[in-house]
């Protein structure tokens, strides 16, 4: 017997190699070992017939579609769940797609030649960071926008010695260096990442990105270079690890990419991310750096390589490589596929066959639920009558599902193309968030390319409104990446105050939460307008994110240890002291009830006004209110604050400080 390691849904599972088997199966018990929350009502049903070699029927249970990963192959493949305690066993279903051969009845064979071309290139494969040993790239700045120097912002004590860190880190990889004379000077946003560390990143937006004169190196057209692998039969996939970041700069763009912090001011000696013109500057040096190998099309930080068989697959693959290999590039190695027969690219599949479209992007509408009530009723016909102008016509079951057959039809959907301008119409509901890439036509009429929807995540669930829509934004581009990366696209939101906090031509603002500002910065590499409409303009975003589709999310792990203050040796306070006199204070109750619902429209209490100023910049976590990194205390705790800040005896100045880059509430400012 054969057995080999595979992952299913990111979960080691060991099967025996069958290749008398045409289909891939394990048991009801293994099935819920990999994905616990599934149930036997979520399998799809199997009508076949199962027998063992003794010709003992296997009772089914039903299938699934799942996820496998082998070796340098991922691929969606159905998989046959029986019943009782049987051996997991990988049909010749699975063979192909995970690049298993078969050579006599006995033997498994996958291609070992993977492997060895990545020991030949492990230096390419490599996890350190690459350097591109040509020219160092230069920016073509606007002569007639004079260099802007802002101050560096003021850095919390809680996370200044993470910043410092980080700071030490990237001067001795010599990515920063200190210098004294600086004409650019960008003020730094310090995302903090799900693990707590942090990235210091330039927020070019307020500086740079102004004096920037756009790359005027063509985005390229899809069409075109998907004609160009035309015929291929296997294919392989490389993936750029940090992309332009591998690019050194010359002197003068270091000096324009500037950051200043609390320590002084550091030139930047690599390309930074959040820099506008740096997607079309690397496009055109891959471009450059692999012409004239046939097959080979680099779209951004992917190369998409294309042969009629294994052999000059791999010989082409060894060209891109060694190319990488001599120019100081390097591949994300678990990013890559070396060897498939199909793979998915730009909203694409491309195997033997041809280029075929994906089930993805209409997956949102093909399972909308059917309306329960009248708002879910009204939701999806605000859907309907949005697209009606592409409708060939227009209440029972049997016409709800042909709506969305209709909607999801050639007739509502079409082709990607470069010539038109893109727009993500965005929106967010209490249990999910929506959005359509649409095309906007000459007429002015927008029609969709794709829709998206998915449900929020417990975690999720509890965000304030304003980091729900701001979610749905970024979920959206996410989900997008492929058609806006590299171009000009606006995003449509109804909910105004964002228009504040991730407009693609302002600062990022200094107070603001770590969860906002991370998605602050992962915004900064497109090039976006960000437009408001009103709800009843955006009935289609409204109906998606009312109907979404339930799609597993992983619940994110907390962006922070949030109260800072329980970093001190056996706290006085904890989080769950602050939230229980939170509930208890009849200001900050309500505060927090607005944070996570909204805020009324009407007057309020002059009470309120201070956290009504502030309400784009408040956020709960754990049953507390926070403003940027800073906890509000209930008014029941703020003297018990101040007496621990104060046992250490620093002076007020000292004192007040301390409590202002941990704790706020209404006059400790004052």
């Not at 891939?24 to 099935?31: A, E, G, I, P, Q």
């Not at 920037?212 to 993936?239: E, M, N, R, T, W």
């Not at 906090?501 to 992962?522: N, V």
Request: glycine share 6%; aromatic share 8%; charged share 20%.
């Amino acid at each position: 017997k054969i057995r080999v390691k595979v992952a299913i849904e990111n979960q080691p599972c060991v099967m025996e190699v069958d290749s008398g088997s045409s289909l891939s199966m394990v048991s009801w018990k293994t099935f819920k070992q990999l994905i616990p929350a599934i149930r036997r009502q979520d399998l799809s049903p199997q009508r076949i017939i199962l027998k063992d070699y003794q010709g003992n029927r296997i009772p089914v249970v039903g299938s699934s579609q799942v996820q496998v990963s082998f070796k340098n192959h991922i691929a969606s493949l159905p998989l046959t769940v029986v019943d009782r305690d049987r051996p997991s066993l990988l049909g010749l279903q699975w063979f192909a797609p995970l690049g298993i051969e078969v050579a006599g009845v006995h033997r498994a064979e996958s291609n070992d030649w993977e492997e060895s071309l990545v020991q030949e290139f492990q230096d390419v494969f490599s996890d350190e960071l690459g350097k591109y040993k040509g020219t160092p790239i230069s920016f073509n700045l606007n002569p007639e926008i004079a260099p802007i120097r802002l101050k560096p912002r003021r850095v919390p004590f809680a996370l200044k010695l993470k910043i410092d860190e980080q700071l030490d880190k990237l001067i001795a990889q010599g990515i920063l260096e200190p210098t004294d004379h600086a004409r650019w000077e960008t003020p730094i946003v310090t995302p903090i990442k799900p693990d707590g560390s942090l990235r210091i990143c330039g927020d070019y937006r307020a500086t740079l990105n102004h004096a920037l004169q756009q790359s005027a190196y063509p985005v390229p057209v899809v069409q075109h270079f998907l004609h160009s692998l035309g015929g291929g039969k296997i294919f392989a996939k490389l993936d750029l690890a940090q992309a332009y970041q591998q690019l050194p700069v010359g002197a003068e763009t270091a000096e324009a990419q500037t950051i200043v912090t609390h320590r002084g001011a550091f030139k930047c000696n690599r390309l930074q991310f959040g820099v506008s013109v740096a997607l079309g500057i690397f496009q055109s040096l891959m471009e450059r750096l692999l012409q004239g190998i046939k097959g080979v099309v680099p779209y951004f930080d992917d190369v998409l390589i294309t042969a009629p068989n294994r052999d000059i697959l791999e010989k082409r693959l060894r060209m891109v490589l060694r190319k990488f290999k001599d120019a100081g590039l390097k591949v994300k190695k678990n990013k890559c596929q070396l060897c498939t027969e199909r793979v998915e690219f730009l909203g694409y599949l491309l195997d033997s066959q041809g280029i075929h479209p994906t089930d993805n992007k209409l997956k949102a509408i093909k399972n909308a639920p059917t309306p329960k009530n009248r708002t879910d009723l009204q939701a999806f016909l605000g859907l309907i009558n949005f697209y009606n102008i592409f409708l060939p016509q227009k209440a029972t079951e049997r016409a709800f599902q042909q709506v969305k057959d209709l909607l999801t039809s050639d007739a509502v959907l079409m082709q990607y193309n470069e010539t038109l301008p893109l727009t993500i119409t965005c929106d967010a509901s209490p249990f999910g968030v929506g959005a359509i890439l649409s095309h906007v036509l000459p007429n002015g009429h927008e029609a969709p390319i794709a829709f998206f929807s998915r449900t929020l995540s417990k975690a999720e669930r509890n965000y304030s409104q304003l980091d729900k829509e701001a979610l749905a934004v970024v979920s959206a581009v996410k989900r997008v990446h492929e058609y806006v990366y590299g171009q000009a696209f606006t995003i449509v939101t109804d909910h105004k105050p964002l228009l504040g906090i991730i407009a693609g031509d302002k600062p990022t603002p200094y107070i603001l939460s770590p969860r906002m500002t991370r998605w602050s910065e992962f915004l900064a590499a497109y090039n976006y307008l960000l437009q408001h409409r009103p709800g009843k303009a955006i009935p289609h975003a409204d109906a998606l994110s009312r109907s979404p589709f339930p799609e597993t999310v992983n619940d994110p792990a907390p962006t922070l240890t949030m109260l800072q203050i329980e970093t001190l040796h056996s706290p006085p306070l904890t989080a769950r002291d602050i939230a229980i006199e939170t509930k208890r204070d009849p200001v900050l109750a309500r505060v927090l009830s607005w944070v996570e619902r909204g805020w009324p429209a009407d007057q309020i209490h002059d009470d309120f006004t201070p956290f009504k100023n502030r309400q784009t910049e408040l956020f709960s976590q754990r049953g507390c209110v926070l403003w940027g990194d800073r906890v509000v205390v209930p008014e029941r705790l703020q003297q018990t604050v101040l007496k621990v800040l104060h046992e250490g005896h620093p002076g007020i100045v000292r004192m007040k400080a301390l409590a202002r880059s941990y704790a706020w509430w209404p006059g400790i400012d004052k």
